[in-house]
């Protein structure tokens, strides 16, 4: 398929519309990255094929699902082809043939605090494109500790998403959310009650910006699920690319913790923008 | 990728019930963001896309996937190596394959109840008429500036929205939508072929615009070598994923916008601007020109 072209002739030609933008070395760097990607559903997918196409050179995954119906709306390897495929073997397989010399490991499970160290070493940077806090508090906590720079993204109705980067030398992810659940081990009672309240707090707050209250009520309920829209998760998915590419080649990300860039696509003069909180964090449910 | 065959109107009643419930699963998640009533809105409209490029290719996926119904994809291209950096319709099994016949495999997979006509053609003035009436609105994602000034001619003569994309190096895009009520594009664009004929001579003076922003792009951090290169036509454009992406996106956001009609979520109209500038805070600003126009080496 790649007609014997020999690995270097094959990168040069992929990627040799990104020189211009980045430099040959610039490039070189993300050859050599290596990140991992946890969560492949509507932003870990999408990022999963940005950081393929980008030219990064190692890229895993982590996640345990299979694909449903319900996910074509936003999730860019959910086909009618792969329902009730594990998402991490779709991926795998839609990212060689991106790049056939792709270095690809991914892991068809959940992950949890006895695994994240071991899933997460010997990369450069860690993706984080969950839907859950726990597992969310869970990735920032390890990357950090491990000292290996992290992307955090979050997304809500109808058209709102938040990036943001964390650095082994700067505020921690807890912190910058303003989550009080520092220290504590994530079966800890107060965070399992923490993490259930921002759940419906967040679905609430969403009200104010445009999600109908039906919706909210029904989410609130457990009767209908958090809603989004491929326009959202695509954008989560290449903002968060974006910053882990300037890490990657050593330029400045745009959005180091505790700034965050915000989108707000139903706000008609600024939908994008990297907002530096004046009190030094967010509120976790208003993002 | 499987290719999965369209399904037509004389499919049993039993299999039809079938693919309402397989729409209704595969649409689940988009309702409350969008009612019912929308939904079928979107169902119900007739898109083109002209491109199934860097731009056109992820446009096209998310129409399909937020449930536009009626797709037709204009492209006479076939895939090649130096796609891949940023083409999400593109992957090594499909290099030399005919990118329209990509995208409606693609986009039937996604839905196979998605009506797709593909024309695997250069839109040009002999047969921008045909391709674009019958649409309700219509996305220029090509790379011609010639095939761009043509388009949204055409469109506004038709009085069918058009709208209109740029990526520029290095982390620049833009987005806007024309409407038989907006200023016309080559006069949002100070177009020097305003009201000409489209002679060759004409033609001409509309590429150069591209060796103009390239040139502008140094200022914005672009690499100056490469700028020099282009110009001398020993470089290609150089465009990068996430903001092809982002430009995609927005553009099929705009044809959402223009589907629902909602009051308060219009389109941007021009000359009002999606402007986006991902190495700048203001990632992505609507920004509306001093003088009621913009100039195109500029963006």
């Known amino acids: 398929m790649t007609n014997n072209l020999s690995l270097d002739e094959f990168y040069h030609e992929v990627t040799k519309k990104n020189i211009g933008v980045y430099t040959k070395e610039e490039q070189a760097k993300l050859r050599d990255s290596r990140v991992i990607i946890f969560g492949l559903g509507g932003v870990g997918g999408m990022e999963s094929i940005l950081c393929a196409r980008s030219g990064i050179g190692h890229i895993s995954g982590v996640d345990p699902d299979i694909f449903e119906l319900s996910n074509i709306n936003r999730q860019m390897m959910a086909m009618s082809s792969t329902i009730n495929e594990y998402k991490s073997v779709s991926t795998e397989k839609h990212l060689k043939d991106i790049n056939p010399f792709l270095s690809a490991n991914f892991h068809n499970v959940r992950v949890t605090e ?14 984080e494109a969950l839907d859950d806090m726990p597992s969310r508090i869970i990735v920032h906590r390890a990357a950090q500790a491990l000292g290996i720079p992290s992307i955090s993204m979050s997304g809500s109705p109808p ?110 003069t600024s939908p994008v923008s990297v907002i530096d909180p004046e009190c030094g964090y967010w509120e976790a449910y208003q993002i | 990728m499987q290719h999965t065959p369209v399904q037509h109107s004389s499919v049993l009643d039993s299999s039809m019930q079938h693919s309402e419930n397989m729409e209704k699963n595969i649409y689940a998640r988009n309702y409350g963001v969008v009612t019912h009533e929308e939904q079928n809105k979107i ?9 199934a490029g860097g731009v056109g290719g992820i446009t096209l996926i998310s129409l399909a996937r937020m449930g536009f119904g009626n797709i037709q994809v204009v492209d006479m291209d076939k895939f090649d190596y130096s796609n891949i950096n940023r083409q999400m319709l593109s992957s090594i099994s499909r290099i030399a394959k005919c990118k329209a016949e990509c995208a409606k495999e693609t986009i039937l997979d996604i839905n196979p109840n998605i009506n797709v006509t593909i024309r695997q053609e250069m839109l040009t003035e002999d047969n921008a008429k045909e391709i674009i009436s019958g649409s309700d609105m219509v996305i220029d994602a090509t790379d011609s500036l010639v095939a761009r000034v043509i388009i949204h001619r055409t469109a506004q003569e038709l009085q069918i ?82 903001v092809a992406n982002i430009v995609g996106i927005c553009a099929s956001f705009e044809a959402f916008k223009i589907a629902l009609n909602r009051e308060n979520l219009q389109p941007t109209y021009a000359p009002n601007l999606v402007k986006i500038d991902m190495s700048q805070p203001n990632m992505m600003q609507v920004l509306t020109p001093e003088n009621g126009r913009w100039d195109n080496a500029q963006l």
């Open chain 1, 114 to 127: 006895d695994n994240v160290d071991e899933l997460i070493r010997g990369h450069n940077l860690v993706l």
């Open chain 1, 159 to 268: 058209h709102r998403g938040f990036v943001s980067s964390f650095f082994p030398d700067g505020i921690a992810y807890e912190d910058a959310l303003n989550i009080p659940t520092h220290g504590k081990p994530i079966s800890d009672p107060a965070v399992t009650q923490f993490v259930h309240d921002i759940k419906k707090k967040r679905a609430q707050y969403s009200v104010s910006k445009g999600a109908p209250q039906t919706w909210a009520d029904d989410f609130c309920s457990g009767k209908t699920g958090w809603i989004i829209t491929p326009i959202r998760a695509t954008l989560l998915a290449a903002f968060s690319c974006h910053e882990a590419i300037q890490i990657l080649i050593g330029q400045k990300p745009l959005a180091p913790a505790p700034k965050g860039i915000y989108i707000d696509m139903d706000n008609l």
């Open chain 2, 43 to 51: 169902k119900n409209t007739k898109i083109t896309v002209i491109g």
């Open chain 2, 161 to 242: 929205p058009s709208v209109w994309i740029a990526v520029t190096p290095p982390f620049r895009g833009g987005v806007m939508t024309f409407s038989h009520e907006t200023p016309a594009y080559e006069l949002v664009l100070s177009h020097p072929s305003h009201g000409k004929e489209l002679t060759d001579e004409v033609k001409k003076e509309i590429a150069l615009i591209k060796d103009e922003r390239a040139k502008a792009s140094v200022k914005h951090g672009a690499l100056p070598e490469w700028a020099d290169a282009f110009i001398n036509k020993d470089a290609p454009w150089a465009v990068i994923c996430p």
